[in-house]
């Protein structure tokens, strides 16, 4: 493998690069090479149709302010671990709908002012939720 820090590379041959503690790099051959993030945190601001970009962040955090009737969820790379917090808010009983390509997504909890939160992995097609969703935070 070789990698080009200053830009992007294309990949020779498949596998992963570890390029330091906060990067890593999942790469198939002929590929361009894509930084799935770590640790990054990212405030999804309010839509009925939100989208959570995974180039950008891993963990996600949105304030219900009406229900989410469709959302979507983009550019997560296989092995990419995903953090999601869906809180109320001083309302509650918003209705939130999970992403087509996200299985086991929990039901939110109804409570104003409190949030769910849930986490899984995605293997190159769909995330799926390892932990139950966890209500009342």
Same mark, same amino acid.
């Given at each position: 493998?070789?990698?080009?820090?200053?830009?992007?590379? #294309? !990949?020779?041959? &498949?596998?992963? *690069?570890?390029?330091?503690?906060?990067?890593?790099?999942?790469?198939? +051959? %002929?590929?361009?090479?894509?930084?799935?993030?770590?640790?990054?945190?990212?405030?999804?601001?309010?839509?009925?149709?939100?989208?959570?970009?995974? #180039? !950008?962040?891993? &963990?996600?955090? *949105?304030?219900?302010?009406?229900?989410?009737?469709?959302?979507?969820? +983009? %550019?997560?790379?296989?092995?990419?671990?995903?953090?999601?917090?869906?809180?109320?808010?001083?309302?509650?009983?918003?209705?939130?709908?999970?992403?087509?390509?996200?299985?086991?997504?929990?039901?939110?909890?109804?409570?104003?002012?409190?949030?769910?939160?849930? +986490? %899984?992995?995605?293997?190159?097609?769909?995330?799926?939720?390892?932990?139950?969703?966890?209500?009342?935070?």
């Amino acid at each position: 493998y070789f990698l080009d820090i200053a830009g992007t590379s #294309t !990949a020779r041959e &498949s596998g992963s *690069i570890s390029s330091g503690q906060d990067s890593m790099f999942n790469v198939e +051959s %002929g590929s361009t090479l894509v930084r799935a993030p770590t640790g990054a945190f990212s405030t999804v601001t309010f839509s009925a149709t939100p989208t959570f970009d995974a #180039t !950008a962040a891993d &963990s996600f955090k *949105i304030t219900l302010t009406s229900n989410v009737t469709s959302s979507t969820l +983009s %550019g997560a790379v296989a092995g990419q671990r995903l953090s999601f917090i869906l809180c109320q808010d001083s309302v509650g009983s918003r209705t939130f709908a999970w992403p087509a390509n996200v299985k086991g997504g929990a039901v939110i909890g109804a409570t104003l002012s409190t949030c769910t939160g849930q +986490s %899984g992995v995605f293997d190159g097609t769909n995330l799926y939720m390892q932990s139950p969703g966890l209500g009342g935070m």
